[in-house]
């Protein structure tokens, strides 16, 4: 199926990191010019490197989403080179802050909301405006099953994932008359490689993994382009009719099963 991304420019944010740099070479398998965009400019040059000797068409960025001058100057330095950004995939996030309210770390809890959610934020404000002017454009957030069910020890990840979902919901809304989507993708733990790990292999590299996978009614863990697909599909020409959507890749996780 031809998604209809050939004439497209796709920005993805921490697109360097393992779900981000998947989603980047999926669209640009799909045809989009893809830019990484990423705070660490070597990683970046390398996911776009890849991704050119694959026959795609990726550019690196370096940017820091937390400084909204920056990122206002990235986008216009974009627009003006590429016509501007039809795809904007919201994937840049920290995850590893983890521990009870009680103890929780509040330099780690602001810069949490700082990049996963205002940074978001900074970089739509930038974007989502000409998307509405051109009459076509898709915006992506990644959220997460601790955006919707919480997370023990999780207290910022999870709130900055929720709080994700109801943005997306109102870019819904505020584009839907522009031909602008927006959509939230809402994955159960990926883990690459290793989910082709036999049970006992799975606990010993992490146990936390294994009970996931115990708990997931498909009993098998998911991978990075699980997610990448689906992101591709809601960045394409034929998801035009689906907007306001928090869409899970979870292997059945958040379903009731005994």
Request: aromatic share 6%.
């Amino acid at each position: 199926m031809d998604f209809g991304l050939d004439d497209k420019t796709a920005l993805v944010t921490g697109g360097a990191g393992r779900i981000g740099s998947e989603d980047c070479r999926v669209l640009a398998a799909e045809g989009a010019e893809v830019v990484v965009l990423d705070v660490d400019g070597e990683a970046a040059e390398s996911v776009a490197a890849d991704i050119e000797a694959d026959g795609g068409d990726a550019v690196a960025v370096e940017c820091d989403l937390t400084d909204r001058e920056a990122v206002e100057e990235t986008v216009a330095d974009l627009r003006a080179t590429t016509g501007g950004i039809d795809v904007l995939v919201n994937n840049a996030a920290f995850v590893d802050a983890t521990d009870q309210l009680g103890e929780f770390d509040d330099d780690l809890w602001d810069r949490d909301v700082a990049v996963n959610l205002t940074g978001a934020y900074n970089v739509t404000k930038s974007v989502f405006p000409g998307m509405c002017e051109r009459g076509w454009g898709r915006v992506v957030n990644m959220s997460s099953m601790a955006g919707l069910q919480g997370g023990f020890g999780q207290a910022s990840y999870a709130a900055t994932k929720a709080a994700l979902i109801e943005f997306g919901k109102t870019l819904a809304l505020e584009g839907a008359q522009h031909g602008v989507t927006a959509n939230v993708v809402v994955p159960n733990i990926v883990v690459g490689e290793l989910a082709d790990l036999s049970p006992a292999e799975l606990k010993e590299v992490n146990p936390m993994y294994e009970r996931i996978r115990q708990a997931t009614p498909m009993k098998q863990l998911g991978r990075e382009e699980d997610v990448a697909f689906l992101v591709a599909y809601l960045a394409s020409e034929q998801a035009r009719y689906v907007t306001g959507q928090a869409v899970g890749v979870t292997g059945g996780v958040d379903l009731f099963s005994f």
